[in-house]
């Protein structure tokens, strides 16, 4: 049994450094209590040294801990997504007005940023139902705070209240969904022992089918998809941007990762022949894609086209998340490896285009005092590199050449194709064109409007247009060269479910 734990905490390390820096982070901020930033100076150093040892388990594949938690390529692409993710919100914080307005208690900011993502890597890599349920209340119990983090701001509270309510109820239809599934699986907790109990044994399926919604309820919360979409404009629009930017990718990705390891290894049968290689066949004839196909359209078609009439930024890109969260929902639909590498792909794309549009929002309102589409009229004469970043980051979302947006959805609309979806690909297109136009909307306000009279030139540090041009630039490149993030998403894939 020693022998056993020694081993798994060997392959633990990313997990338990940001452990160490949390509590290492918390001591410092209450013996130095006059120097509140260098909480986040050893916050930012601990999830840096998280993503190195994270690369070094590169190529490993190993359960650990009794099945509870998977040490493999699907799982470290993921940890490196919510590590890459954490450490631009760390850079972000350090030029946000409203984080260091509060500087008092930017401990318990940086604490909890820790916190949030070491949830986010046991997210990842979670077998168990055991697990599943402790690391998303790890991540849910941070975020809830973080969202109501400017105590000060009239609608914060209100979006941590909101955020607390939905996720306390999403997490109890959850687990609700696990104990009929215990129930029909003869006592199995981990998701390997659910696929032998559903692939030697008939199940109720009325039963399995009222597990599976609920189960997909409370994993729809995570990644904002309808109709559990309720809780985001209002707590995107609530927290700090910054907090709004982390939800928006690493929180939606941990959401995936759970979604895509839960079903593939319990509900698919990897014994099945007569399929092309690559593609998978459900157990106990239970078409759950066809759930998800359901849920993809509502999504997209939903976000995009209540998108339309937002006029705040935030709440805007708020619907833009719930929208590109149906996009890749669909690469789930197909039941392939190919359909899953191209959400991978995806969100690697994703986390630069969307970060980067907070980012700017970010940027805009510290000097501007508002986050209305309004303000933005004429800013492509106040701010040039800037707006030129924006506009890059909306021609990506919306998915045109030649950004990585365009890429995302290419190889989401293939594994569509291929999979002979075409329905779902034509719904899909149609949401694409809708996303044109509010983003659009935006453009027009920076480059075809007058500033308003007497709006001055706003100028920026180095570092803060460093920090764009971090982001912006793989935004471009990954529209034209993008085989290395193909491949690291197919080998990733590939070793799902193997232990």
């Known amino acids: 049994m020693v022998d056993q734990v020694l ?84 850079l972000f914080s350090l030029y946000s007005s409203e984080v260091q307005s509060t500087i008092k208690r930017l401990v318990e900011y940086s604490s909890l940023l820790v916190a949030m993502t070491l949830g986010m890597y046991l997210m990842a890599g979670a077998t168990s139902l055991l697990m599943i349920v402790l690391s998303i209340e790890l991540t849910g119990l941070s975020s809830y705070v973080l969202a109501g983090y400017v105590k000060e701001a009239p609608d914060s509270s209100e979006a941590a209240l909101k955020y607390i309510i939905y996720g306390a109820l999403s997490t109890g239809l959850m687990l609700y969904g696990f104990s009929i599934i215990f129930g029909l699986t003869g006592g199995a907790v981990d998701i390997y022992a ?61 959401g995936f990762a759970i979604l895509i390891r839960f079903f593939k290894v319990s509900f698919i049968d990897s ?16 078409e759950w894609n066809k759930i998800i196909a359901i849920l993809s359209v509502l999504t997209m078609t939903l976000g995009n086209l209540v998108a339309v009439w937002q006029n705040n930024l935030k709440r805007l890109l708020a619907y833009s998340s719930i929208a590109h969260a149906g996009y890749m929902l669909m690469g789930i639909v197909v039941l392939s490896d190919k359909g899953i590498a191209a959400v991978l792909i995806y969100f690697v794309v994703y986390l630069f285009m969307n970060l980067g549009a907070f980012y700017v929002v970010m940027l805009v309102a510290n000097k501007t005092g508002s986050e209305d589409i309004d303000s933005y009229k004429g800013l492509g004469y106040r701010a040039p590199f800037v707006s030129v970043a924006m506009v890059i980051f909306f021609i990506s979302l919306a998915g045109l050449p030649p950004t990585a947006g365009f890429i995302g959805k290419l190889f989401i609309f293939a594994s569509l194709l291929d999979a002979k979806w075409i329905w779902l690909a ?71 479910g193997i232990r």
């Open 194 to 254: 659910i696929n032998k109990a559903l692939s030697t044994g008939s199940v109720n399926p009325i039963a399995l089918i009222v597990a599976t919604l609920l189960i997909i309820a409370g994993i729809g919360y995570k990644i904002s998809a309808v109709p559990f979409h309720f809780w985001t404009p209002d707590v995107y629009e609530g927290a700090p941007v910054t907090i709004t930017a982390f939800l928006s990718v690493a929180s939606k990705a941990a």
């Open 426 to 496: 034509i719904v899909g297109a149609i949401n694409s064109v809708i996303s044109l136009y509010y983003y659009v909307r935006v453009v027009r306000n920076i480059f075809l409007r007058d500033p308003e009279a007497g709006a001055e030139r706003i100028v920026f540090t180095i570092p803060q247009i460093a920090i764009v041009l971090l982001l912006v630039v793989p935004t471009l490149v990954l529209g034209l060269y993008y085989s290395p993030i193909v491949e690291l998403a197919n080998s990733s894939v590939i070793m799902i």
């Open 271 to 286: 014994s099945a022949l007569g399929l092309p290689t690559g593609f998978w066949s459900t157990l106990q004839e239970f």
């Open 7 to 90: 081993e798994s905490l060997a392959k633990f390390l990313p997990e338990t450094i940001l452990t160490i820096t949390f509590c290492v982070a918390l001591l410092v901020g209450i013996i130095f209590r006059s120097r509140p930033k260098l909480s986040m100076v050893i916050a930012l150093l601990g999830v840096v040294l998280s993503i190195v040892f994270t690369v070094r388990e590169m190529g490993t594949v190993q359960s650990i801990f009794s099945d509870m938690i998977a040490v493999d390529p699907f799982a470290i692409f993921f940890k490196l997504l919510v590590g890459f993710c954490a450490v631009f919100i760390f």
